[in-house]
């Protein structure tokens, strides 16, 4: 990676940037293919993150004892205080950071074989809901570790948080990816579920616990 802006990668698949910061990150990764080759590579985060149960993360260490030749460190100037609103707009990009390089550490040993590997079934479901009239394609790729998504939609309200219920023929469920919808007509959306494309039932667009489409076989 040589562009700057992938730090904001993580964030980005996770649905935690705000709707403007999600479309000025969108509007630089049309032009970037460090990021969108990225994206592509990550795009599997959101099905394994929700896969991770607390206790996965839970390692267990003990505190090192100080070293008596660094203990204690003499006192170094007071910094300036920050503003409060300063401190909280820092604080946000570390978090997620930090969240999503626990989960890429706890799954170290899963996530690397199961990125390789050349693609498996492919195909394009489409679907129009005559409520909200909003349109939606979704491209399925198989993979090793399950299917990678790329969604199309059309007709979106702007300025909503949008995720993406993907459902099994056994009645499971997953949440394929996250994003707003302050993007191009054309703008392919990634996405990734750990079940199988031959599995999958239907995939669910909501929004505030709304479904605003259905995409099926």
Not at 56 to 71: K, Q, T, V
Not at 85 to 107: C, I, K, N
Not at 190 to 209: H, K, N
Request: overall charge negative; charged content about 25%; hydrophobic content about 40%.
């Amino acid at each position: 990676m040589s562009c700057a802006q992938t730090v904001a990668l993580g964030a980005y698949l996770l649905g935690s940037l705000d709707p403007a910061e999600r479309s000025s990150f969108e509007r630089h990764a049309r032009g970037c293919a460090d990021c969108r080759r990225e994206m592509v590579r990550l795009a599997p985060l959101p099905g394994l993150l929700g896969q991770v149960q607390l206790s996965d993360l839970e390692l267990p260490f003990d505190d090192p004892a100080p070293d008596p030749d660094l203990w204690p460190l003499p006192p170094g100037p007071e910094p300036e205080p920050e503003p409060a609103h300063g401190r909280a707009r820092r604080r946000w990009p570390v978090l997620v950071g930090a969240g999503v390089l626990a989960v890429l550490v706890a799954f170290g040993v899963v996530v690397v074989p199961r990125l390789v590997g050349g693609d498996g079934p492919a195909v394009t479901w489409h679907a129009t809901d005559a409520a909200s009239g909003v349109v939606a394609s979704a491209d399925l790729v198989g993979k090793s570790w399950g299917t990678e998504l790329w969604m199309s939609i059309e007709n979106m309200p702007k300025g909503l948080r949008c995720k993406l219920i993907v459902h099994d023929r056994s009645g499971r469920t997953e949440i394929g990816g996250w994003w707003g919808s302050d993007h191009a007509p054309d703008e392919r959306i990634p996405g990734a579920t750990s079940f199988p494309v031959d599995q999958i039932e239907r995939l669910d667009l909501v929004v505030d616990m709304e479904v605003l489409v259905s995409v099926r076989p």
